[in-house]
T-cell receptor, first 109, second 115 residues
């Protein structure tokens, strides 16, 4: 079993749709959690950190459930520019991270 | 803005050649990482370093070595390149500080082809 597992996707949604990505992790000692975004042929970039209390950044909402070892990302009112691969990332220790394989989102007009 | 630069965007090498991939960061980060990214396999950690001259193996260190002589520079070395090392190589850095969330900043990547 992979240490970090994501919905395989791909997700193809119309503009304006709401889409949710899920991620589970196996190491209960994991300390910090992130969603990164990676555009085609580009490097990953931080989208948002994920906190136990849940956090929101504009149209994006991230949730963490430590008991279930589950992370989610909700995107509301999808834009064409949201098309990308979204990576779930879990930090183990000393800054070492494990990346999920990513979920590809395509937002269509 | 944090900047992580990598020496080459594209590199073509022959089997058996020694290959050096260089990474430099300008934000005085303690941690530096080398990953490779392959379709269907995601990002996999090759090596990381949490201080000058310190290194630790990641998940797939075989066939690679690293060097960190200065805080800002982290080099990945392929001692004898093989075709299965054809991949996208990504360098990253992060801060170690009390309260740091360890967000990683990535370089643009080096697409290495070994023929």
């Amino acid at each position: 079993r992979k240490e970090v597992e994501q919905d395989p996707g791909p997700f193809n949604v119309p503009e304006g749709a709401t889409v949710a990505f899920n991620c589970t992790y196996s190491n209960s000692a994991s300390q910090s959690f992130f969603w990164y975004r990676q555009d085609c042929r580009k490097e990953p970039k931080l989208l948002m950190s994920v906190y136990s209390s849940g956090n929101e950044d504009g149209r994006f909402t991230a949730q963490l459930n430590r008991a279930s070892q589950y992370i989610s990302l909700l995107i509301r009112d999808s834009k064409l520019s949201d098309s990308a691969t979204y990576l779930c990332v879990v930090n183990r220790n000393a800054g070492k991270s494990t990346f999920g394989d990513g979920t590809t989102l395509t937002v269509k007009p | 803005d944090v900047k992580v630069t990598q020496s080459s965007r594209y590199l073509v090498k022959r089997t058996g050649e020694k290959v050096f991939l260089e990474c430099v960061q300008d934000m005085d980060h303690e941690n530096m990482f080398w990953y490779r990214q392959d379709p269907g396999l995601g990002l996999r950690l090759i090596y990381f370093s949490y201080d000058v001259k310190m290194k630790e193996k990641g998940d797939i260190p075989e066939g690679y070595s690293v060097s960190r002589e200065k805080k800002e520079r982290f080099s990945l070395i392929l001692e004898s390149a093989s075709t299965n090392q054809t991949s996208m190589y990504l360098c990253a850095s992060s801060l170690t500080a009390s309260g740091s969330s360890y967000e990683q900043y990535f370089g643009p990547g080096t697409r290495l082809t070994v023929t």
